[in-house]
């Protein structure tokens, strides 16, 4: 199984801020990686795949980078409705695994 | 629109088995594979399995081979997964979700609600 680091575990930010969230891939992904927003209640929902393609409908103040082993989320000039938890996820290979999670809160 | 509703969530007794069921609409539901996760109360989220678009592949998580039965009736665009052997910390809500038009691993793209099972004597 692909272990799938995910860095830091809480982030507290204010509106307007730019963050990052690293996620780190025990072995290379290449560039399969997605990441999903969840708010608390809610099913998760797709913001980033192939580590770096934006979902149709979402902000572009969200985007990805990284190959390999490494890759970022950013959120550029935060929202009110972007405070919420945060998860990468490897489909190189089964099993799919995802990564702990960043809960995002208002500082 | 994509539409993937979950059901059969409810309280049931450690050792006993349950099964989830899976309805989607909105899309060609025998062209995609269906992935089903879990997350636990205040854990975040772990990938279960999938189902190939026509029934054949599947995978599972370590955490949970053995254990899971999964079918899908594409005339009825519905999945079930069969939990057996229930434990406590079996105790999540389940999702079931879509993933690719193929047998290769794939991000997923659309979600269902989510439905609750508690285990519990």
């Known amino acids: 199984d692909i272990q799938m680091t995910q860095s830091p575990s809480t982030l507290s930010a204010s509106v307007g801020d730019r963050v990052t969230i690293t996620c780190r891939a025990a072995?290379?992904?290449?560039?399969?990686l997605a990441w999903y927003q969840q708010k608390p209640g809610k099913a998760p929902s797709l913001l980033i795949y192939?580590?770096?393609s934006l979902q149709s409908g979402v902000p572009s103040r969200f985007s990805g980078s990284g190959s390999g082993t490494e890759f970022t989320l950013t959120i550029s000039g935060l929202q009110p409705d972007d405070f919420a938890s945060y998860y990468c996820?490897?489909?190189?290979?089964?099993?799919?695994?995802f990564g702990q999670g960043t809960r995002l809160e208002i500082k | 629109q994509v539409q993937l509703v979950e059901s059969g969530g409810g309280v049931v007794q450690p050792g006993k088995s349950l099964r989830l069921s899976c309805t989607a609409s909105?899309?060609?539901?025998?062209?995609?594979?269906i992935h089903w996760a879990r997350q636990a109360p205040g854990r975040g989220l772990e990938w279960l399995t999938i189902?190939?678009?026509?029934?054949?592949?599947?995978y599972d998580a370590d955490s949970v081979t053995g254990r899971l039965t999964v079918s899908r009736d594409n005339s009825k665009n519905t999945l079930h997964l069969q939990i057996n052997s229930l434990a406590p910390e079996d105790t999540a809500v389940y999702y079931c979700?879509?993933?690719?038009?193929?047998?290769?691993?794939?991000?997923?793209?659309?979600w269902g609600q989510g439905t609750l099972v508690t285990v519990s004597s």
């Open positions: 979700a879509r993933g690719g038009q193929h047998s290769l691993p794939h991000f997923i793209d659309s």
């Open positions: 909105g899309f060609s539901f025998n062209t995609y594979g």
């Open positions: 189902v190939s678009y026509d029934g054949r592949i599947k």
């Open positions: 072995q290379s992904l290449s560039t399969l």
């Open positions: 192939e580590a770096s």
């Open positions: 996820q490897q489909y190189h290979s089964y099993p799919l695994t």
